[in-house]
């Protein structure tokens, strides 16, 4: 008699089931096989991805920075945002030096 189509999809789910275990299971043995290749053949990522370096700088390249209006001020004249990222060498100065750095603050009027 022939199987009735729950069993047959019994035996999908179990064979699917099984498949990826084999899969997981034989993944770390291929990796370490293609680091060995790449290796011994001095494969480079531009060998495996030609013109990924090219895509990956257009799409920096295409982010739109926000401009941050400029929150601090030093005597010789150079601004800064106070935004996330490393302080400007006049900054950190001003900091070292142990003054308060709101007495560079630009006074925007309202």
Do not use: C, F, H
Not at 13 to 28: C, G, K, N, T, Y
Not at 73 to 93: A, D
């Amino acid at each position: 008699m022939e199987n009735s189509y729950l069993e047959l999809k019994q035996k999908v789910e179990a064979m699917q089931s099984d498949l990826e275990r084999a899969r997981i299971a034989e993944v770390p043995k291929i990796v370490a096989s293609i680091k060995k290749q790449i290796e011994e053949y001095k494969i480079a990522p531009d060998d495996l991805y030609p013109g990924l370096r090219s895509q990956l700088a257009a799409s920096r390249s295409g982010r739109s920075k926000r401009d941050r209006p400029a929150k601090y001020r030093s005597p010789t004249g150079e601004t800064w945002s106070g935004g996330p990222g490393r302080k400007p060498m006049w900054v950190r100065e001003i900091e070292a030096k142990g003054e308060d750095l709101e007495k560079y603050r630009i006074e925007i009027p309202q």
